[in-house]
């Protein structure tokens, strides 16, 4: 069974543009999570979808946003891309969107670079 | 105040050793809690969720303490491999999954 998966595996972008990332969770998980690790940091929580609904986000602007498809598959589009945007966008997947006692399982993350 | 503070460490340990990691979450409504280890440039893996009696798996034990609003993560006899970075997670009922910075291991022969 595929785990989730994540596109592209790197990405290079200049200040200003926008990014858009993908993230297929595994077969059955409704809800998914983002996270942000930059360099040498610990993992920040971006936002989390669950049944197609944006459940939470973490403090990060606006222009960080994302949606949920129908077949729970998910995308985060960064607008206006700033240098401090380059970073490892990692997105992870569970079975329901309470988390109890739930593993979350990630993909293999996205390396976002901004020139 | 974060959701979830870790000592960042490094812990550097020789084989053989036992260390023992400290977790601290702020949300009194706080339902399950994990560990997690992320290898050097690689995705976080879970390693054990935590349960309330405490738990144990081989040479690793997990403790949560609710009243003080901690959880620890014991490892008993160091492995070289064991070299990682530890994550604790917590999961608010319903709301998000919320990781620790991390505590990093360093094993060394």
């Known amino acids: 069974e595929a785990g989730v998966t994540q596109s592209p595996t790197h990405l290079i972008k200049t200040r200003g543009q926008q990014a858009t990332l993908r993230c297929s969770p595994i077969s059955g998980h409704t809800s998914v999570y983002w996270y942000q690790q930059a360099l040498g940091l610990g993992l920040q929580f971006l936002l989390w979808y669950d049944e197609g609904e944006e459940r939470n986000r973490g403090n990060f602007p606006p222009r960080f946003s994302g949606r949920q498809f129908p077949n729970y598959s998910s995308e985060l589009n960064v607008n206006a891309l700033e240098l401090e945007d380059s970073a490892l966008y990692l997105c992870?997947?569970?079975?329901?969107?309470?988390?109890?006692?739930?593993?979350?399982?990630f993909g293999q993350g996205t390396r976002l670079t901004v020139v | 105040r974060k959701e979830v503070e870790q000592d960042p460490g490094p812990f550097n340990v020789p084989e053989g050793a036992t260390v023992a990691f400290n977790c601290t979450y702020s949300?009194?409504?706080?339902?399950?809690f994990f560990w997690y280890r992320q290898d050097c440039r690689k995705e976080p893996k879970l390693l054990m969720s935590v349960y309330s009696s405490g738990n144990e798996d081989g040479r690793f034990t997990a403790q949560l303490n609710r009243a003080s609003q901690y959880i620890s993560l014991l490892i008993r006899d160091s492995k070289l491999s064991d070299s990682a970075t530890y994550l604790c997670?917590?999961?608010?009922?319903?709301?998000?999954?919320?990781f620790g910075a991390g505590t990093i291991l360093r094993v060394k022969s």
């Open positions: 992870a997947s569970s079975l329901d969107g309470n988390g109890m006692n739930t593993e979350a399982f």
């Open positions: 997670v917590v999961n608010i009922y319903g709301n998000k999954l919320v």
């Open positions: 949300n009194s409504a706080s339902q399950s």
